[in-house]
């Protein structure tokens, strides 16, 4: 009986602590506010992600049958994405899908194929998909408001270097050295 009783308790709570809430803040109508998801590891090494590529053209439209109720109406309304993110842990511990529309300068951001943020497309994702993931990268939390981002770009020799400096996904300054 007791084994009984302490499988039960294993089972609900183990349940409980699964499904982890997708927002995490509400306004004060009770709906959630969406917050753009970060990632966890933004740099380029050979542990964790041996390519370099950070988002990929999307060359289809894929089955519609598989997409969730959220990603249809995105479709249906702007079409299929230009590009598509490859999925990343972001620092929240979300597995995070980014949909990306060039020419109208959108993002969408989906975990567990829900929409989790919308927004407009900043310098940092435009550098992420031109160049994919940085070589090296420095973040700096610099309080509640500002997320401060260094990305350096080597080339193969180390002959050239591209810089770029970004707060809040703004594009601060570019250095290039040759």
């Given amino acids: 009986m007791i084994m009984i009783g302490a499988c039960c308790l294993v089972m609900l ?12 803040k509400y306004d004060a109508e009770e709906k959630p506010v969406m917050n753009k998801r970060f990632r966890r ?11 370099k590529q950070a988002y990929k053209k999307n060359n289809t ?42 020419k ?22 435009r550098i992420l998909v031109q160049y994919g993931y940085p070589d090296d990268a420095q973040f700096y939390q610099t309080g509640d408001e500002y997320v401060r981002e260094n990305y350096y770009y080597y080339s193969l020799y180390g002959l050239t270097s591209k810089s770029y400096f970004f707060i809040n996904g703004k594009c601060m300054s570019k250095i290039v050295l040759q």
């Fill in 13 to 24: 709570g183990g349940c409980s602590l699964s499904s982890k809430p997708l927002f995490y």
């Fill in 41 to 51: 590891h933004a740099v380029r090494d050979f542990k964790a992600r041996f390519r």
């Fill in 61 to 102: 439209t894929g089955p519609h049958f598989l997409l969730s109720r959220d990603q249809k109406a995105i479709k249906e309304k702007y079409g299929p994405p230009d590009y598509i993110s490859i999925t990343f842990l972001s620092l929240d511990k979300d597995y995070v899908k980014e949909w990306i529309y060039w």
């Fill in 104 to 125: 109208k300068g959108l993002m969408f951001q989906f975990v567990q194929r829900k929409l989790v943020y919308e927004g407009s497309l900043t310098d940092k994702e």
